[in-house]
């Protein structure tokens, strides 16, 4: 879980990206321009900030010249190619452009949390505990072998838990297949990981559309 601050003017953009980095288990912290999130930016500590270019009063490239430490994923209009290459220039670790697709969004986050050293290492839940460094899973204490396909796809599940997957998005995801692979792949590896681990209740089929994980 990591504690991020979204610096968005547009409230409905500013509320799906809380929901839903709250969903996936994160601590949003909500502002509205850019004033305010310079102050916050430089008050509190936070893992990651989400930063809105176009903002009353700052713009996102002026907060970002200001805060130092704090991983930063902008987001700015399709069209502003010249955005992107500022944005990278100041120091941004990723970007996405508007409108976006929230489970991008999520993918980035956790994807910059990793590579900034921020987010667990370890996931646990009822007598599950998952080591994503060396890969090993231990029901109550005793490991459980995963085949690496398995792992992978519980560990796309984990990390976009909550949401809905399709059998597409988790293909894509964990095989790298296009639209065209076959979708039954993933039903005999969610078989799998609910057996082996006996998290058939965790692991929710979502009708017509494929899987999620809840807790
Ligand atoms: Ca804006």
Known sequence: MAK????????AINDLVKFNLELVGHDCYQVFDGETGLEEA???KYDLIILDVM???????????????TPV???TAKSASEDKIKGLRLGADDYITKPFDILELVERVKAVLRRTKADAKTFAFDDIRIEFDN?????SGVEVELKPKEFDLLEALINNRNLALSREKLL???????YEGDSR???VHIQR???KLGISDRIQTVYKTGYRFEI
């Open 4 to 11: 991020i601050l979204i610096v968005e003017d547009e409230k």
């Open 42 to 44: 430089l008050k509190s």
């Open 55 to 69: 903002l009353p009063k700052y713009s996102g490239f002026e907060i970002m010249e200001s805060i130092e430490d």
């Open 73 to 75: 994923i902008f987001v």
């Open 135 to 139: 890969r090993r899973v231990f029901k």
């Open 172 to 178: 894509k995801l964990v095989w790298d297949f296009d």
């Open 185 to 187: 792949t993933v039903d």
């Open 193 to 195: 990981i609910r057996q």
